[in-house]
DNA sequence: TTGTAAGCGTTATCAT
DNA sequence: ATGATAACGCTTACAA
């Protein structure tokens, strides 16, 4: 069955096409009786206008596109799940893309949006990404940008993340004030800011309490920064004799995999080793022992990036002027039976 | 920067809005001269088509709607997995929307994508959906719908799931086979087929094998069918006093909280009571002790899903007939330590 | 209060 | 091989 369209009720009410448009959208042009009629038809035929015409028309979309690396993460599920959510208030459909840690990818898929001429883009890098053309073009288009968790500073746009130094640091400080003194750290090499920022706080803390910083307690899981990498990482450690008293890990599936390590080496957690995580997965709270860890707010800073692009996109249709946010939003560290 | 049209590259070259498309297009009506001078002109210039237009012109929009009942999910975030990654391929976008379990907001988003015009839905439905006008309505304007997961058998269109039943039954039996008499089942009220079909491949599993069912072995885990519901059973099965030698929990999350509840209350799993799940959450393999769990096809059912719905697609606009199918992808068990 | 007509940026038909 | 024109379905000056 045909759509039906302005016309078949202009048509069937002997009107213009423009009088039934206005009367739709409630114009105070129309008379009352007309609008009435109209809005019967219109409901009778069970007409609902088509929005790609409209978009054609007002050079607006109301969809966002959104690039993240993977949907298959509890911490940017939690993400898009904040992203909609706050979009659909707004009556803004998302389009969602993952870059797979694919840098080309990543830039195809945001040529793919500027060609459906989404009203905005919501970015997450992947860890490849060290060019950053793709995202200058979407700003000369005039198109409104907002990075989150895995940024470029450089990029002038606005941003939304979290302070991974301060989080990292804030965990290390706790443990040392624990008693902990040879404290490991299990970090990664890839996503760049976020695993350098964290490498960092842990040093930063370990130099405020005076205690040397030491290379060989630290160890890379540039695997794929998962489960196996903190397993074997672990394994690293021990087999090679390494002695330590505390261990934070860049994030919980690292800190859940060296548990699994340790605890099949009869290495008692926390009394013999303390393990301290990063990111507060659910499944943190159902390990043995459950960890502590860093709360990241992932509901939070996807709600957030869509409320600042929402923002700018009303403020670029209303020829205000843009100024671009660079929000940091707080963690707090859980405190569980790890440590 | 406005954006180039066309029509720009038209007046540069002094030709007209046809040739070019037509040129852009790699018409051979048009000469390899002018090919070349288009293609370098559009190269130049940094043109790409507005697809909005496209898009009203050629009365598809080469996008897919998703509706399911929430992102922070770990099945379903695989299942979007395999949907975008299909999509992909074909050079479709997904426009993605959660129901949240709420009815009223299921509905309205079928209308939001239907009036976006998108080229085909796909829908798992929200627990509370007991009304289906909505996709019905789907299905009378010719979009292809396909239903995964939570479907409605009734409604005419293609559908992917899982066989629940057996999935179940083929657990259950296993538990009888290494021995277990006395089997728990922790159920869940809502999703109404699955947990419905899991519920009666228990019961036929027992029955099969001569053991009595029992109803006052199976636990109604209708709060949310989460990690708190499986505590609360365990709390209460074991309170007042009801032996069992088994659990078979309609979800890892459920099984879990029973776990967590025996393991305060020093019963030796698997030795006390065994523990079965259902889904194979990665968190199954991290627990203590790893629990054994029916794994579910995700991945491969998001991506079916979107290759029927291609086909579909594919076919309308062929002209061709389209049949519906109904895939059902096998599960398998996943035997850890818990049973 | 209603209608006419142009235009959004394409593609497709039919001339030339 | 190229171009004029209409059409996709809507909104919006501007006219009536």
């Not at 993340?161 to 990664?188: C, M």
């Not at 994030?251 to 957690?269: C, F, M, N, P, S």
Request: glycine fraction near 4%.
């Amino acid at each position: 069955m045909p759509q039906i369209t302005l016309k078949d009720i202009a048509n069937k009410l002997g009107l213009s096409k423009a009088t039934v448009s206005k009367a739709l959208n409630g114009s105070f042009e129309i008379s009352d009786a007309t609008k009435k009629k109209v809005l019967h038809a219109a409901r009778l035929l069970n007409y609902t206008p088509n929005q790609v015409a409209v978009n054609l028309r007002k050079k607006q979309t109301k969809t966002i596109g959104v690039i993240i690396p993977t949907t298959v993460h509890h911490f940017f599920s939690k993400i898009i799940d904040g992203i909609i959510k706050r979009a659909e208030k707004d009556e803004y459909l998302v389009i969602l893309l993952q870059s797979n840690e694919n840098f080309s990818l990543e830039k195809k898929q945001v040529n793919l949006l500027l060609d459906k001429r989404v009203d905005g883009i919501l970015i997450s890098l992947s860890n490849k990404t060290n060019e950053f053309v793709h995202l200058n073009k979407i700003i000369k288009r005039n198109v409104p940008l907002v990075l989150f968790d895995k940024i470029e500073p450089s990029i002038p746009c606005s941003k939304v993340v979290i302070d991974d130094f301060k989080a990292a640091y804030n965990s290390v400080v706790y443990l040392i004030k624990k008693g902990y003194k040879k404290i490991a750290h299990f970090r990664g090499d890839f996503n760049p800011k976020n695993a350098v920022d964290r490498f960092e706080g842990y040093k930063q803390a370990l130099i405020d309490n005076n205690i040397e910083f030491d290379p060989t307690l630290v160890f890379m899981c540039n695997n794929n920064a998962d489960f196996e990498d903190g397993y074997a990482s672990a394994k690293k450690m021990i087999t090679t004799g390494i002695k330590v008293d505390a261990i934070f890990a860049i994030t919980d599936l690292i800190a859940i995999g060296a548990i699994k390590y340790l605890r099949e080496q009869q290495v008692k957690i926390p009394e013999d080793i303390a393990v301290f995580g990063f990111s507060n997965w659910f499944m943190s709270s159902v390990v043995t022992p459950t960890l502590s860890t860093v709360d990241q707010p992932a509901y939070k800073m996807g709600e957030m990036s869509m409320e600042i692009l929402l923002s700018e996109i009303r403020n670029l249709q209303q020829h205000n002027d843009i100024t671009h946010k660079e929000v940091v939003l707080p963690t707090k560290l859980v405190i569980r039976n790890s440590c």
